[in-house]
């Protein structure tokens, strides 16, 4: 196997897709990806199918953002972000370039999102895990998203609400690898 990236679709996963990067409603304000596709390591995407089950027994669905985020979107997004703090060194990469981070929320029966005090990628104090600037029915709803992931084997980051990844170090995925499935043309 080339490499550990296995699709995740809404059919396969009981998920709702709004890939973030593959449209202009994101922080560098243009599709950054070219393919929206949603690809996590297999490691992750079997914690997430027991996520999902999760969410399913809490009236819930998964609505992800954010998946495998190839070196070169890491390179844009850090290019682009308003305050580097909250995105990954390309020179470091990030647990979305090893395939074993998802950015998400939950949504309710109608696939409406629950308030989570702020949007997806708010660089701002406000989108901290813990933070007292929320309503009270955010700081209970990002708990619940939290019970969940981590439930799942999710660890969170303390300054995304939305951030999920496994503990542990994988390897950095080479998105030349993935071919078409990749979320990016690669130009050679």
């Known amino acids: 196997m080339p490499h550990p ?7 396969t996963h009981g998920v709702v897709l709004d890939l ?11 599709p950054i990806y070219d393919r929206a596709h949603c690809l996590l390591h297999r490691d992750a995407e079997a914690c997430l199918r027991q996520a999902v089950l999760a969410a399913a027994e809490a009236g819930y669905r998964l609505k992800i953002f954010d998946a495998f985020r190839p070196h070169e979107a890491q390179v844009l997004l850090w290019q682009t972000a308003p305050d580097q703090a909250y995105v990954a060194d390309p020179a470091i990469g990030s647990n979305h370039t090893r395939g074993t981070a998802v950015d998400l929320t939950l949504v309710d029966a109608q696939g409406e999102e629950l308030d989570m005090g702020t949007g997806f990628d708010d660089m701002t104090t406000a989108s901290h895990h813990f933070s007292p600037e929320v309503s009270v ?16 084997g999710f660890a969170h980051l303390a300054h995304e609400w939305w951030h999920y990844a496994l503990p542990g170090h994988y390897g950095l995925i080479d998105s030349a690898v993935l071919g078409d499935l990749g979320p990016m043309s690669i130009q050679g």
């Open 137 to 152: 029915q955010a700081q209970a709803n990002r708990q619940l998203l939290l019970r969940i992931m981590e439930d799942a």
């Open 5 to 11: 990236l296995v699709p995740v679709h809404p059919e």
């Open 20 to 30: 973030a990067y593959a449209t202009a409603n994101n922080i560098a304000g243009r």
